[in-house]
């Protein structure tokens, strides 16, 4: 099938992938941005502050990575009904999926916030222990509202609507920052201002979010016309269907990290530290690659309901030439600015040198992250995610953390060989789903 490809059918399907990308890397980067102004405005109080946001959103990354694969499903499901011209189907999937969103994310609230009185079972400094948990249960709260709203993201995104969504989550990052100020710094709230701040703005981009798609004539055919309403057992499975299997292909790339910073946390308050920024900025550069993964996602999907089969090769080939291209210019000026990057969040010596040489890490694993994330959402795309999940288990929970962990200790490489566990971890995904995809697209 391979051999179709031409360059003009490249650069037509590049292109139309480019287009819808921008909007979603940009709405990825804004969702980052609220990550990142917490790091830089809570790094102003300290060391121990920031070590105990890094745990606590360590802990926080587990559920809510759960939440997020689970309801990718929207995103399958919504662009398939969009190519059928199905808008019953659509609509069906934007109200099922949203109660989906809500019933889960308050499950995984309560799961998760029953750890709070034993997070002396991480071994974090003592201090760390101690400041995480208000915060800590004030963006486990969160987790409703913002899981509700990106599940609407990805009904309105994979309708070909990413805009208005973009609009509405940086409103919501400009509120937090707002927010941030006056709770952490004019009330004098401290880290816990940061966690109040969080739960608001989620709340209100939940809001914005529903009053927009109740609101869009374009797009009102295929939006619920009762949002309550008896839910739909045949959707609801459906999307459990895709979406539990993602939800462990995530779990087990982003536990993987929580699980990193478990094991820097051993060496200290200046260790978790590092990994805070290294793993902020790391996160902010892959919302690239996961905003073209998505829009990858939504095009296989959309063709696939077309019945366009043809058009895999183009779509696929052109989704990785471009995301190497993007990662580049990301992995060289990682490399390049890291002592520049690191001073943005502090200004402690031991904090700059250490997160700078994780950082050089970072610069070199963005590649495999990449495709390996964009493989990802093409098998998504065409319903493929069974053997993904087992993928990410392998490669991350078998292969990464306990590489990682072994150079950390036998290697003598302490947190840096931590980070370099990660990179073999993302590697080995990534030739793994790349040679999946060859085979699914023939």
């Known amino acids: 099938m391979f051999r179709q490809?031409?360059?003009?059918?490249?650069?037509?399907?590049?292109?139309?992938?480019?287009?819808?990308?921008?909007?979603?890397?940009?709405?990825?980067?804004?969702?980052m941005l609220m990550m990142v102004a917490d790091t830089v405005m809570v790094g102003d109080l300290g060391v121990?502050?920031?070590?105990?946001?890094?745990?606590?959103?360590?802990?926080?990354?587990?559920?809510?990575?759960?939440g997020i694969g689970l309801i990718t499903s929207i995103s399958v499901l919504s662009s398939g009904a969009a190519g059928r011209k199905d808008e019953a189907e659509a609509r069906a999937t934007c109200r099922n999926g949203f109660y989906l969103a809500l019933v889960a994310g308050l499950i995984l609230f309560l799961l998760s916030s029953a750890i709070i009185p034993f997070l002396s079972i991480f071994r974090q400094p003592l201090d760390v222990t101690a400041a995480a948990p208000p915060y800590l249960l004030l963006i486990l709260i969160s987790l409703v509202p913002v899981l509700g709203s990106m599940g609407l993201k990805n009904h309105g995104d994979s309708l070909g609507r990413p805009w208005p969504s973009f609009f509405i989550f940086l409103g919501g990052v400009i509120l937090n920052i707002a927010l941030n100020q006056l709770?952490?710094?004019?009330?004098?709230?401290?880290?816990?201002?940061?966690?109040?701040?969080?739960?608001?703005?989620?709340?209100?981009?939940?809001?914005?979010?529903?009053?927009?798609?109740?609101?869009?004539?374009?797009?009102?055919?295929?939006?619920?016309?009762?949002?309550?309403?008896?839910p739909d057992p045949a959707t609801l499975r459906k999307l459990l269907t895709l979406g539990i299997p993602a939800s462990l292909h995530l779990l087990a790339e982003v536990g993987s990290f929580s699980a990193a910073g478990f094991l820097v946390g051993f060496y200290g308050e200046v260790s978790l530290a590092s990994h805070q920024i290294a793993l902020t900025t790391a996160g902010t550069l892959f919302m690239i690659p996961l905003g073209l993964a998505i829009a990858l996602t939504m095009r296989m999907g959309n063709v696939a309901g077309a019945g366009e089969?043809?058009?895999?090769?183009?779509?696929?080939?052109?989704?990785?030439?471009?995301?190497?291209?993007?990662?580049?210019?990301?992995?060289?000026?990682?490399?390049?600015?890291?002592?520049?990057?690191?001073?943005?969040?502090?200004?402690?010596?031991?904090?700059?040198f250490l997160a700078g040489k994780l950082l050089t890490v970072v610069a070199v694993f963005q590649f495999v992250d990449a495709i390996q994330v964009v493989s990802g959402g093409i098998l998504r795309g065409l319903e493929d995610v069974k053997i993904p999940a087992w993928t990410a288990f392998l490669s991350y929970s078998l292969i990464g953390i306990p590489s990682g962990w072994l150079l950390a200790t036998r290697a003598g490489l302490g947190p840096m060989g931590i980070w370099w566990g990660l990179a073999i971890g993302l590697a080995v995904a990534s030739i793994i789903l790349t040679a999946r995809v060859f085979k699914i697209a023939r």
């Open 5 to 31: 490809l031409t360059i003009p059918s490249l650069i037509r399907e590049g292109k139309k992938t480019a287009i819808l990308s921008v909007p979603l890397i940009i709405g990825q980067i804004s969702q």
């Open 48 to 66: 121990t502050e920031l070590a105990a946001l890094s745990f606590a959103n360590a802990v926080f990354a587990i559920p809510f990575v759960f």
């Open 183 to 230: 709770f952490i710094f004019t009330l004098g709230y401290g880290l816990i201002g940061a966690g109040w701040a969080t739960l608001i703005s989620r709340i209100a981009i939940l809001i914005a979010m529903l009053l927009w798609l109740n609101r869009a004539k374009s797009i009102r055919h295929l939006t619920p016309n009762h949002w309550i309403a008896r």
């Open 309 to 352: 089969k043809d058009r895999y090769p183009a779509i696929i080939v052109s989704g990785w030439l471009i995301t190497l291209f993007f990662v580049g210019l990301t992995s060289l000026f990682c490399w390049l600015e890291r002592h520049t990057i690191v001073r943005l969040y502090v200004d402690d010596i031991e904090v700059i």
